[in-house]
């Protein structure tokens, strides 16, 4: 059974380029989360969708970030245009219905941007 | 405040050593609590729910106080393979988005 795929694995850029990043929840899963993930700030919420609707975006840290999940099996995040302190390691998860349930993450996309 | 705090650590114990993690959360109408695994450079996974009556899973016992908003994990008899950082989760309101907090680190040591 295919976990949640995300892609690329690894992305560098320079500052000033867009960065799409993508993912494909576990099938049947109705909750897509995106995360970004920095020593500093640990894991953070930066978007939710709930039948590919965008439930809460509150945690996207500005314009410069959006995301779409066009079908219940693709959701992108971008950034335009990337800055440096956007490096990160950005994971997508998802989880099924009941509230609290588990979230499954995938394997993450580290991104630099120089 | 942070809504799920925890000591960083790092913890270093020995193998065969019990090591306790600690957590404390700020919105009590949190109804959902979890222990996640994060390998270094891999992504967290679940090591497990807790529950209002304590739960057990193998040499992983784990506690929720609701009155004092503090969760907790225990790792018995540690192995080189626990190494890893241990994430403490919880639901926002009795929805499905979660808190992490930052993490702490263990280390255990031949």
């Known amino acids: 059974d295919a976990g949640v795929i995300q892609s690329p694995r690894h992305e560098v850029t320079e500052m000033g380029q867009e960065v799409t990043l993508r993912c494909k929840p576990i099938?049947?899963?109705?909750?897509l989360f995106w995360y970004r993930q920095t020593m500093m700030r640990g894991l953070e919420l930066l978007i939710y969708?709930?039948?590919?609707?965008?439930?809460?975006d509150s945690g996207m840290p500005e314009d410069r970030f959006s995301a779409k999940m066009p079908n219940a099996s693709f959701s992108t995040l971008k950034i335009q245009p990337s800055e440096p302190r956007d490096s990160a390691v950005y994971f997508c998860?998802?989880?099924?219905?009941?509230?609290?349930?588990?979230?499954?993450f995938g394997p993450g996309t580290r991104l630099t941007v120089l | 405040r942070k809504e799920v705090e925890q000591d960083p650590g790092p913890f270093n114990v020995p193998e065969g050593a019990t090591v306790a993690f600690n957590c404390t959360y700020s919105?009590?109408?949190?109804?959902?609590f979890f222990w996640y695994r994060q390998d270094c450079r891999k992504e967290p996974k679940l090591l497990m729910s807790?529950?209002?009556s304590g739960n057990e899973d193998g040499r992983f016992t784990a506690q929720l106080n609701r009155a004092s908003q503090y969760i907790s994990l225990l790792i018995r008899d540690s192995k080189l393979s626990d190494s890893a950082t241990y994430l403490c989760?919880?639901?926002?309101?009795?929805?499905?988005?979660?808190?992490f907090g930052t993490g702490t680190s263990l280390t255990v040591i031949p």
């Open positions: 998860a998802s989880s099924f219905a009941r509230a609290g349930n588990e979230q499954f």
């Open positions: 099938s049947g899963h109705d909750y």
């Open positions: 969708f709930n039948n590919n609707v965008p439930i809460d």
């Open positions: 919105n009590s109408a949190s109804q959902s």
């Open positions: 807790v529950y209002s």
């Open positions: 989760v919880v639901n926002k309101g009795g929805g499905n988005q979660f808190y």
